[in-house]
């Protein structure tokens, strides 16, 4: 599969599943730099969770976080959409594992009943559902399996952000890119990209009240041949600036990933 193919395949559901036979997800987040966006998310989950309670992973991937949750004795439901991410993340459940991976779409949650989730984590879905009513389809789906308090977490990519990375891999994006020349729109290809206040609208259309907003990886990726050689100890120092300024507005608008918190 290459970019041309998956151009070619116009149902939008074959073309999520066929995008991760380009994208490995079963390594992305294991690099230092890549590593800051999941130990964010993280620090933002263990904020609410508490004992006992448990977590629906929607779009898990090959299961970084649905695993991490479940090694420390969280029960997780994990759905997930692409062959590649299932078959991935199966090989890595234990039997001392309380995993429940299923193969499915998030806009329609029927393997699950309403009011049984605590957690709940969108962190791949609006990546790629294009229009505003699968988004929302997805999102009510979402409030629906979730408990009246759940706390959910929903990851985008940031519009803005996007431009800059591309142009640090090719100084030529600026003549060559996919984007709107106007108003630095990227195509939406093989990802759904969102400034942050098409995020925070989505949300807001979707009934959800945020409570934090969240520049999840930051410059990492800009910075990842630096990042990647840090020594363990100004690696955590690296850390601590970027959870002391991740929640800062100005930040919001320079970051690959975006990480909205809410309740419903
Ligand atoms: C970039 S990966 C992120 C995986 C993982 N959640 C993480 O954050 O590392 C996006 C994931 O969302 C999944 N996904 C996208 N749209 C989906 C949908 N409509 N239903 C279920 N999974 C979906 C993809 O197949 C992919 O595994």
Known sequence: MDFNELYQIKDEFEQI?????????????????????????????????????KILDIGAGAGEYSLYFAEKGYEVCALELADNNIAAFRKKIRPEHKIELTQGNAIDLSCYADNSFDIVLMFGPLYHLHNEADRQKAIAEAKRVAKPDAVFFFAFIGNDMIFITELNYDSDYIKTGDYDRETFKMDDFPFVFHTVDGCRKILENGGIKILHEVASDGVSELMAEKINKLDDEDYETYLRYHYYCCEKPEMLGRSNHLLFVGRA
Do not use: C, Q, W
Not at 17 to 44: M, P, Q, W
């Open 17 to 53: 599943n066929r995008t991760y036979d380009i994208f490995n997800e079963d390594t992305r987040l294991h690099s230092k730099s890549a590593r800051v966006e999941f130990l964010t998310t993280v620090k933002y989950v263990e904020k609410y969770l508490k004992p006992g309670m």
